[in-house]
Protein backbone atom coordinates (compact mmCIF):
# COMPACT_ATOMS: atom_id res chain seq x y z
CA UNK A 1 0.00 0.00 0.00
CA UNK A 2 1.39 3.20 -0.87
CA UNK A 3 1.46 6.34 1.53
CA UNK A 4 0.74 9.84 0.21
CA UNK A 5 -1.10 12.67 1.67
CA UNK A 6 -4.70 13.16 1.01
CA UNK A 7 -5.19 16.19 -1.56
CA UNK A 8 -8.00 17.17 -3.78
CA UNK A 9 -8.12 14.48 -5.99
CA UNK A 10 -6.83 10.98 -6.79
CA UNK A 11 -5.71 9.15 -9.90
CA UNK A 12 -5.74 5.45 -10.43
CA UNK A 13 -3.35 4.89 -13.48
CA UNK A 14 -4.43 1.76 -15.27
CA UNK A 15 -1.13 0.70 -17.73
CA UNK A 16 -1.34 -0.75 -21.44
CA UNK A 17 -0.94 -4.42 -22.52
CA UNK A 18 2.72 -5.97 -21.51
CA UNK A 19 3.14 -2.81 -19.11
CA UNK A 20 3.23 -2.54 -15.36
CA UNK A 21 3.32 -0.69 -12.30
CA UNK A 22 6.02 1.55 -13.64
CA UNK A 23 5.06 2.14 -16.93
CA UNK A 24 2.68 5.58 -16.28
CA UNK A 25 4.99 6.38 -13.17
CA UNK A 26 6.53 9.70 -15.73
CA UNK A 27 2.83 11.09 -16.16
CA UNK A 28 2.22 12.06 -12.96
CA UNK A 29 5.84 13.98 -12.88
CA UNK A 30 5.14 15.63 -16.42
CA UNK A 31 1.73 16.84 -15.93
CA UNK A 32 1.99 17.82 -12.20
CA UNK A 33 -1.47 18.11 -11.64
CA UNK A 34 -1.96 20.57 -8.65
CA UNK A 35 -3.73 18.62 -5.20
CA UNK A 36 -3.64 15.33 -7.09
CA UNK A 37 -2.09 11.97 -6.11
CA UNK A 38 -0.97 8.92 -8.49
CA UNK A 39 -1.86 5.31 -7.45
CA UNK A 40 -0.27 2.65 -9.58
CA UNK A 41 -1.52 -0.91 -10.12
CA UNK A 42 0.10 -3.95 -12.06
CA UNK A 43 -2.50 -6.16 -14.49
CA UNK A 44 -2.92 -9.44 -11.96
CA UNK A 45 -2.56 -11.32 -15.64
CA UNK A 46 1.24 -12.38 -16.99
CA UNK A 47 1.40 -11.26 -20.31
CA UNK A 48 4.22 -12.10 -23.26
CA UNK A 49 7.27 -10.18 -23.36
CA UNK A 50 7.74 -9.80 -19.91
CA UNK A 51 4.55 -7.74 -18.74
CA UNK A 52 1.42 -7.88 -17.64
CA UNK A 53 -2.62 -7.72 -18.76
CA UNK A 54 -5.90 -6.78 -17.21
CA UNK A 55 -7.71 -9.28 -18.91
CA UNK A 56 -6.22 -13.13 -19.50
CA UNK A 57 -7.98 -15.84 -21.99
CA UNK A 58 -8.70 -15.37 -25.04
CA UNK A 59 -11.22 -14.93 -28.03
CA UNK A 60 -11.89 -18.83 -28.08
CA UNK A 61 -11.64 -19.82 -24.19
CA UNK A 62 -13.74 -16.00 -23.61
CA UNK A 63 -11.90 -13.31 -21.40
CA UNK A 64 -11.24 -13.17 -17.70
CA UNK A 65 -11.39 -9.65 -15.87
CA UNK A 66 -12.36 -10.71 -12.74
CA UNK A 67 -9.45 -10.81 -11.17
CA UNK A 68 -8.75 -6.83 -12.30
CA UNK A 69 -12.23 -5.82 -11.05
CA UNK A 70 -11.55 -6.99 -7.66
CA UNK A 71 -8.06 -4.71 -7.59
CA UNK A 72 -9.83 -2.02 -8.58
CA UNK A 73 -12.42 -2.17 -6.48
CA UNK A 74 -10.34 -2.95 -3.14
CA UNK A 75 -8.16 0.04 -4.18
CA UNK A 76 -11.39 2.75 -4.35
CA UNK A 77 -12.29 0.72 -0.76
CA UNK A 78 -9.06 1.92 0.38
CA UNK A 79 -9.21 5.27 -1.00
CA UNK A 80 -13.15 5.51 0.41
CA UNK A 81 -11.49 4.06 4.06
CA UNK A 82 -8.80 7.06 4.06
CA UNK A 83 -11.54 9.42 3.63
CA UNK A 84 -11.80 10.37 0.21
CA UNK A 85 -14.91 10.83 -1.63
CA UNK A 86 -16.66 8.80 -4.33
CA UNK A 87 -15.82 12.11 -6.97
CA UNK A 88 -12.55 13.12 -6.11
CA UNK A 89 -11.45 9.51 -7.55
CA UNK A 90 -10.39 9.33 -11.21
CA UNK A 91 -9.32 6.25 -13.49
CA UNK A 92 -7.00 6.95 -16.29
CA UNK A 93 -5.79 4.19 -18.55
CA UNK A 94 -3.40 3.82 -21.65
CA UNK A 95 -4.92 1.06 -24.64
CA UNK A 96 -5.51 -1.52 -22.66
CA UNK A 97 -5.95 0.04 -19.37
CA UNK A 98 -8.58 2.52 -20.93
CA UNK A 99 -10.50 -0.60 -22.30
CA UNK A 100 -10.53 -1.67 -18.17
CA UNK A 101 -11.61 1.78 -17.05
CA UNK A 102 -14.58 1.40 -19.44
CA UNK A 103 -15.73 -1.75 -18.80
CA UNK A 104 -14.81 -1.15 -14.29
CA UNK A 105 -16.89 1.93 -14.54
CA UNK A 106 -19.84 1.27 -16.32
CA UNK A 107 -20.78 -1.40 -14.04
CA UNK A 108 -20.11 -0.08 -10.94
CA UNK A 109 -23.35 0.73 -7.96
CA UNK A 110 -21.59 3.93 -8.01
CA UNK A 111 -20.39 7.06 -10.15
CA UNK A 112 -16.25 8.38 -9.47
CA UNK A 113 -15.10 11.90 -10.71
CA UNK A 114 -14.05 10.31 -14.02
CA UNK A 115 -12.32 8.07 -16.73
CA UNK A 116 -9.87 9.12 -19.01
CA UNK A 117 -9.51 6.44 -21.86
CA UNK A 118 -6.50 6.80 -24.23
CA UNK A 119 -6.27 4.49 -26.88
CA UNK A 120 -9.09 2.17 -25.59
CA UNK A 121 -11.52 0.29 -27.15
CA UNK A 122 -15.12 -1.35 -26.24
CA UNK A 123 -14.62 -5.34 -26.97
CA UNK A 124 -18.10 -6.40 -26.59
CA UNK A 125 -20.68 -3.63 -27.63
CA UNK A 126 -23.97 -4.85 -26.82
CA UNK A 127 -22.54 -6.79 -23.64
CA UNK A 128 -21.51 -3.37 -22.24
CA UNK A 129 -24.86 -1.70 -23.28
CA UNK A 130 -26.62 -3.98 -21.14
CA UNK A 131 -24.34 -4.16 -18.25
CA UNK A 132 -24.35 -0.64 -17.12
CA UNK A 133 -25.66 0.18 -14.34
CA UNK A 134 -27.29 3.50 -14.18
CA UNK A 135 -25.57 4.58 -10.72
CA UNK A 136 -22.43 4.68 -12.63
CA UNK A 137 -24.24 7.61 -14.69
CA UNK A 138 -22.90 10.44 -13.30
CA UNK A 139 -19.23 9.21 -13.85
CA UNK A 140 -17.42 12.05 -16.90
CA UNK A 141 -15.69 10.38 -19.33
CA UNK A 142 -12.87 11.71 -21.46
CA UNK A 143 -12.14 9.86 -24.51
CA UNK A 144 -8.94 10.46 -26.22
CA UNK A 145 -7.45 8.95 -29.31
CA UNK A 146 -4.50 9.44 -31.83
CA UNK A 147 -5.69 9.92 -35.22
CA UNK A 148 -2.75 7.81 -36.92
CA UNK A 149 -2.68 4.88 -34.22
CA UNK A 150 -1.87 1.98 -36.05
CA UNK A 151 -2.75 -0.42 -33.18
CA UNK A 152 -5.84 0.46 -31.97
CA UNK A 153 -8.26 2.55 -34.94
CA UNK A 154 -9.28 5.85 -33.42
CA UNK A 155 -12.75 5.22 -34.76
CA UNK A 156 -13.37 2.45 -31.63
CA UNK A 157 -13.03 5.72 -29.44
CA UNK A 158 -15.61 7.29 -31.69
CA UNK A 159 -18.25 4.49 -31.28
CA UNK A 160 -17.39 4.39 -27.59
CA UNK A 161 -18.28 7.97 -27.44
CA UNK A 162 -21.85 7.40 -29.39
CA UNK A 163 -22.55 4.41 -27.05
CA UNK A 164 -21.29 6.76 -23.76
CA UNK A 165 -23.86 9.31 -25.28
CA UNK A 166 -26.56 7.23 -26.06
CA UNK A 167 -26.54 5.91 -22.59
CA UNK A 168 -26.59 9.43 -21.03
CA UNK A 169 -22.97 10.13 -19.48
CA UNK A 170 -21.38 13.30 -19.79
CA UNK A 171 -18.53 12.55 -22.42
CA UNK A 172 -15.93 14.31 -24.32
CA UNK A 173 -13.75 12.84 -27.52
CA UNK A 174 -10.77 14.47 -28.79
CA UNK A 175 -8.81 12.87 -31.71
CA UNK A 176 -5.17 14.53 -31.34
CA UNK A 177 -2.41 14.31 -33.81
CA UNK A 178 -0.21 11.22 -33.14
CA UNK A 179 0.04 7.36 -32.99
CA UNK A 180 -0.69 4.96 -30.46
CA UNK A 181 0.63 6.92 -27.15
CA UNK A 182 0.02 9.12 -24.53
CA UNK A 183 -0.05 13.25 -25.79
CA UNK A 184 1.81 14.61 -23.32
CA UNK A 185 -0.11 18.11 -23.93
CA UNK A 186 -3.22 16.44 -23.02
CA UNK A 187 -2.81 17.53 -19.34
CA UNK A 188 -4.63 20.89 -19.85
CA UNK A 189 -7.67 19.45 -21.93
CA UNK A 190 -8.11 16.73 -18.54
CA UNK A 191 -7.66 19.89 -16.57
CA UNK A 192 -10.55 21.50 -18.42
CA UNK A 193 -12.92 18.54 -18.86
CA UNK A 194 -12.37 16.41 -16.23
CA UNK A 195 -11.34 18.47 -12.82
CA UNK A 196 -13.43 21.72 -14.02
CA UNK A 197 -16.73 20.23 -14.84
Known amino acids: ?3 FEKKKRVIIALHGWTG ?3 SLQPLAKHWNFPATDWIYIQGPYKA ?3 GYSW ?4 DKEGWKHQKSFQKLKERIQSLLNDDYQYNQIYILGFSQGACLA ?6 QEFSIGGIVSISGFIRYKNEFK ?3 NILSQNTTVLLMHG ?7 PKESKIAY ?5 LAYKADLHIFKGSHKIPLKANRLIQKKIFKK
Open 1 to 3: MQS
Open 20 to 22: NIR
Open 48 to 50: KPG
Open 55 to 58: FGGN
Open 102 to 107: MEFMIR
Open 130 to 132: KER
Open 147 to 153: EKDNVIN
Open 162 to 166: KIFKD
